[in-house]
Each structure stands twice: as C-alpha cells, then as structure tokens.
C-alpha cells in the first residue's frame, strides 16, 4: 500500500509563502508522475505544478513565475514552494502520483488534501 503523506498547509497572509510537501511510502517500484492539483469550492480540481514521467515540468498559467515545483527522489518526496500568494491561490491542494508498484501495474494515488488559506 501507498501513503502520500501532504504537509505545509496552513493560513498566510496574501503575499506570503508556503512550502508544500509530498512524501510516497509504500512498495514502490518507481514514481513516474507526481504533483500538485488543488481545488476550490465551486470549481474544477486543475493542475498546479507537476513532474511529468519524461521528468518535465507543467504549470497552470496563474502560477508561473510564483511557485516552483522540485523533488527529492531519494525520499519519494515533491515539494511545493509557493511565492506570493494571493487570496486566489486558496483551495485544498492534493499531490497526486503515478506510481508503478511492485506487482508491476500502474496506480494513480491521491493524497488526503491540504487546506491553504490566503487572506487578509
């Protein structure tokens, strides 16, 4: 079994910063994908920041130039770093992974969510 295990969710005032972190355990054979989603109330869950299988990187358009996604493979872990954030940028956030187990099949894995709250 696999435990994404999220961390550095919190409240922050608008222009302010928060790490995210993503930690995969489990009978893991590799990680071909891993990454942020999040949704608000009301809206779709979209993409935020994500290492693709050939190892680059997507970022939502409302995002670029403020967050920056990075990995430590060694510890199946994907961080977050979220610059000047805005009310906006409030939502739950989940790391999801693609993950190949050790019985040779593909998973798809979603963390349990972390709530980040910006406002003023």
């Known amino acids: 079994q696999v435990q994404l295990v999220e961390s550095g969710g919190g409240l922050v005032q608008p222009g302010g910063s928060l790490r995210l972190s993503c930690a995969a355990s489990?009978?893991?054979?590799?990680?071909?994908?891993m990454g942020w989603y999040r949704q608000a109330p009301g809206k779709q869950r979209e993409l935020v920041a994500a290492f693709t299988s050939g190892g680059t990187t997507n970022y939502a358009d409302s995002v670029k130039g403020r967050f920056s996604i990075s990995r430590d493979n060694a510890k199946n872990t994907v961080y977050l770093q979220m610059n000047s954030l805005k009310p906006e940028d409030t939502a739950v956030y989940y790391c999801?992974?693609?993950?190949?187990?050790?019985?040779?099949?593909?998973?798809?894995?979603w963390g349990q969510g972390t709530q980040v709250s910006v406002s003023s």
């Open positions: 999801n992974a693609e993950i190949t187990m050790v019985d040779g099949y593909e998973y798809n894995y």
């Open positions: 489990g009978s893991i054979f590799s990680i071909n994908a």
